[in-house]
């Protein structure tokens, strides 16, 4: 979490109120088209940083801050750190400075410090550290790109933004490298048709949008990605097969890992339509599996204790159910539901 403060302010550099709107104008259109890929914003780039926004290499977002708001037209300050993991230090990193959104406009103003040492108390003592981004960065554009290849250290790099804006006014950025991303391991190792899947590595976006996951010959849904892991969705209706995966960013595909899919559960029958409290219930079925903990068990919205289980049949306690004439049966094998449409009738009331 970033700190906060503001203080009185009587700088010369505020706008005044046609050159904000103007400012805010300027920073929807450039979104706008930056967002269609119409342009491609270009500043301070130099050496690795222009390397790494090139449209030709990934872009791997391994660290992000704000956005930061503006609450008040004074000066406000806003406290916060780089964390960088150990494996990209000596990777080429470029910081992604961006005033503004799609939907908010840019600071009239924006410094930002790159500080020395690990307490907050820096900035007060006067010592604001290297300055990364100054009043005139964003004069022309709304974006920019700063190198900082071997200026930063493992874990935390502590850095302070400063600006004057409008109350709403943005601020955000984003420190990227390049390099494909790396795989390790899955989890679980088998996994199931129609379930979600994680993968532990290295290098992936911490944009999931910016990874492309394919099984097989297909592209499959990215649900969520951390700077070690991400996690996709396996397709339903997949027969059991042993496919090859692999993450991209662009072009720049990862290592292979094989992964086995097994076909996803179907429910095939109920060892009772009516049930009560305390009863056991067999659901029979396929693609069950014979570990209890792995096999979720639903009626009606009720979970059910797995007593046992096999890959045909999973035995439950029926639940403290209220009175209904039919409640649906679920059943979820390593996160992915079963097929079939089952229900039991209630006796009694909870």
Known sequence: MCAHDVRRHNSPLSLPYYRRLRALLTVSLFLFALGAGIIVP?????????????????????????????????????????????QYVDKPLSLVCTNGSYTAAGFNWVRLFLQPGSADSDAAAGDFGTLLVDENSFSATSQIFIDLTGRLTPGRN???????????????????????PALIRPNPPVTTSGAPLIVYGIGFSLRPEENTAMLGSMAVPVLETTQGAIKVLIPPGLPESELD??????????NIIKMVVLPGPKITSLSAGTVVAGQTLIIGGTGLSSIPEENAVYIGGYRAQVLSSSTSAVSVEVPRLPAAKALPVFVFVRGARAAGNFSVRALGAS
């Not at 502590?158 to 494909?180: H, K």
């Not at 995966?245 to 990862?254: A, D, K, M, P």
């Open 42 to 86: 270009a500043n301070t780039i130099s050496g690795a940083a222009a390397r790494s926004a090139s449209p030709g290499l990934p872009r791997v977002v391994i660290s992000s801050g704000g956005p930061y708001l503006a609450r008040t037209s004074a000066i406000e300050r806003h406290r916060d750190a780089i964390v960088v993991p150990p």
């Open 158 to 180: 502590n850095i302070l933004v400063e600006g004057v804006g409008i109350p709403g006014s943005c601020f955000s950025w984003e420190l990227r490298t390049i390099g494909p």
């Open 245 to 254: 995966f692999s993450v991209s960013i662009r072009n720049y595909r990862s």
